[in-house]
């Protein structure tokens, strides 16, 4: 009877464990950008998937962004926003970061009008970032700086965990 109740909780306890270690599950919540800008169909924040959504120094944040082309593009960039303390500043990611083209995880460039896209964000957060709170805009545009896909993300800069 002792190891049939033992069994149970330990089956229990694995389907926790899956349920709550998913890299890259459903989508997180988010918040349409300014302007009208199109939303993206579904993100998914790896780790995360009720905001906000921990930011860990010295690691990469790694985000995935549905949406479908609202036109036709010859390249795409990645524009990111921080607001942190009342503070609203450009994030500069790295140049082959930046270059969206390269992050296409079901399609390259030219991309189409009406094309299903999945484009997957890696975001370095150096350790010299200061643990706050903070709103994340991430914005894919064209050469001309129209919007494709554009979402806030709410976030908290946060320290690595111990292993």
Not at 52 to 77: E, K, Q, Y
Not at 112 to 131: F, H, K, N, Q, W
Not at 136 to 150: F, H, K, P, R, Y
């Amino acid at each position: 009877m002792a190891i049939l109740k033992l069994s149970s909780v330990f089956g229990v306890l694995v389907v926790l464990l899956v349920a709550t270690t998913t890299v890259m599950g459903a989508g997180v919540a988010t918040r349409p950008c300014s302007d009208g800008r199109p939303t993206p169909s579904e993100v998914r924040v790896e780790g995360c998937t009720v905001p906000p959504c921990d930011l860990v120094r010295g690691s990469d944040a790694i985000m995935d962004m549905d949406f479908t082309a609202p036109f036709a593009a010859d390249n795409l960039r990645t524009e990111v926003v921080a607001t942190a303390l009342g503070v609203t500043a450009p994030f500069e990611l790295p140049a082959d970061r930046a270059a969206a083209c390269n992050w296409l995880l079901n399609a390259q460039c030219p991309v189409s009008a009406g094309e299903d896209i999945t484009y997957r964000l890696s975001m370095p957060v150096l350790l010299i970032y200061p643990r706050v709170s903070l709103t994340v805009e991430i914005n894919l545009v064209d050469d001309a700086g129209q919007s494709l896909a554009c979402f806030l993300l709410d976030a908290r800069v946060v320290s690595g965990r111990a292993a």
